[in-house]
């Protein structure tokens, strides 16, 4: 959604970064995904069209920030992942939480395996790339941020221990147990 809120005159310069984002984000749209800022910034890094350095980072933000107010880049093109509003569930009647509660439904594709499988990517800038994937074949995943959090490996390690009592194979060391560990 395209809107103005304040009109602004962009350099040639400021212009070009403005319409290469805009490639860039209709590409990752026709794949159905969205792009937070740091993706936009490192495809503009990967591209040598800018330096990968604080300062290059803060200008990108600053022309992304500039070409939405001004009505150039979509409002709903670049989305914060780490910024996000939570509210209760809410219908408008039974029929409805029906509904969800069906289309919501499905079997646990790893019941009956020899492994469970977790995906953890340490960019959460590559989440909704590997999400993507990920959720397709029903595999559990997610973003460690850099580094992975003591709270998140402690439910790692809970969901491990469970998987192990349930006959299944752990995707990681707990206790001495000798696995088989795939990092890709």
Not at 14 to 35: F, K, M, P, W
Request: charged share 25%; aromatic share 10%.
């Amino acid at each position: 959604m395209l809107i103005c809120y304040t009109p602004k005159r962009f350099n040639a310069s400021s212009l070009a970064i403005i319409e290469t984002a805009n490639t860039i984000i209709e590409d990752y749209r026709a794949q159905g995904l969205a792009l937070t800022l740091r993706q936009l910034y490192y495809r503009f890094v990967a591209a040598a069209a800018i330096e990968n350095s604080e300062k290059s980072y803060k200008r990108i933000g600053s022309i992304i920030n500039d070409g939405r107010l001004a009505g150039l880049l979509s409002w709903e093109a670049i989305e914060d992942r780490g910024r996000q509003l939570h509210a209760p569930a809410s219908w408008g009647g039974p029929d409805e939480i029906l509904y969800s509660a069906a289309r919501s439904y499905a079997r646990d594709r790893w019941e009956g395996q020899e492994y469970r499988v977790e995906v953890w990517v340490e960019k959460q800038a590559l989440e909704a790339i590997i999400g993507q994937a990920a959720d397709a074949r029903g595999c559990p995943h997610f973003a460690c941020k850099g580094y992975t959090s003591q709270s998140e490996m402690w439910r790692a390690a809970r969901r491990l221990l469970g998987t192990e009592t349930k006959g299944k194979s752990p995707s990681s060391s707990i206790s001495g147990t000798t696995t088989r560990v795939a990092w890709i």
